[in-house]
T-cell receptor, first 117, second 111 residues
Framework: DTGVSQNPRHKITKRGQNVTFRCDPISEHNRLYWYRQTLGQGPEFLTYFQNEAQLEKSRLLSDRFSAERPKGSFSTLEIQRTEQGDSAMYLC???????????????FGPGTRLTVL | RKEVEQDPGPFNVPEGATVAFNCTYSNSASQSFFWYRQDCRKEPKLLMSVYSSGNEDGRFTAQLNRASQYISLLIRDSKLSDSATYLCVVNRGGGYNKLIFGAGTRLAVHP
């Protein structure tokens, strides 16, 4: 399967614990995005990497959240001291810029569903 | 007010019906526009891009009105397999390609 993969697919944790999610983008894609989706809402942008550089972070990404993309390949999203409000689907997407174009199609992974008890 | 607004539905239609979804966006600097489809508990998948000239892909037709900041999706001859949530999406561009999603419109096609 050459699509975007995410692990784990489901995570149940207790309030106050730390969790880490992994995203493996499509291999030739240099752009990687994290989004969060809660029930009944569309995905909300969290952060964006171009290669290993984190170029944009949403105000939704509090200081308990950190994302990395070492070597410009896979990415991790860590949430420290989880709260019940962090319960959501965390989606990763990747893309590759069209030659000469400002926008490109983002392909989403299956997501990691986090439940904080 | 949300940057991208959609009627949440649900739209309950019989097979074979024609159904139209509308969406408005507030940021006039938005550069590109899409409809994504999302099945229950699955990831969003690109259905089609939306252009000012209008574009068609089989039973699906999308239209953009930049002056009114309005996007539409028309589905003809609805199939049971069209049942899903349809997400209206805009991209502000500016080099970062951050997608702004509407909350989605739910479609249920029944026999």
């Amino acid at each position: 399967d050459t699509g975007v993969s995410q692990n784990p697919r489901h995570k149940i944790t207790k309030r106050g614990q730390n969790v880490t999610f992994r995203c493996d983008p499509i291999s030739e894609h240099n752009r990687l995005y994290w989004y969060r989706q809660t029930l009944g809402q569309g995905p909300e942008f969290l952060t964006y990497f171009q290669n290993e550089a984190q170029l944009e972070k949403s105000r939704l990404l509090s200081d308990r959240f950190s994302a990395e993309r070492p070597k410009g390949s896979f990415s991790t999203l860590e949430i420290q001291r989880t709260e019940q409000g962090d319960s959501a689907m965390y989606l990763c997407a990747s893309s590759s810029p069209l030659s000469g174009g400002p926008t490109d199609t983002q392909y989403f992974g299956p997501g990691t569903r986090l439940t904080v008890l | 007010r949300k940057e991208v607004e959609q009627d949440p539905g649900p739209f309950n239609v019989p097979e074979g019906a024609t159904v139209a979804f509308n969406c408005t966006y507030s940021n006039s600097a938005s550069q590109s526009f899409f409809w994504y489809r999302q099945d229950c508990r699955k990831e969003p998948k690109l259905l089609m891009s939306v252009y000012s000239s209008g574009n068609e892909d089989g039973r699906f037709t999308a239209q953009l009105n930049r002056a009114s900041q309005y996007i539409s999706l028309l589905i003809r001859d609805s199939k049971l397999s069209d049942s899903a949530t349809y997400l209206c999406v805009v991209n502000r561009g500016g080099g970062y390609n951050k997608l702004i999603f509407g909350a989605g419109t739910r479609l249920a096609v029944h026999p």
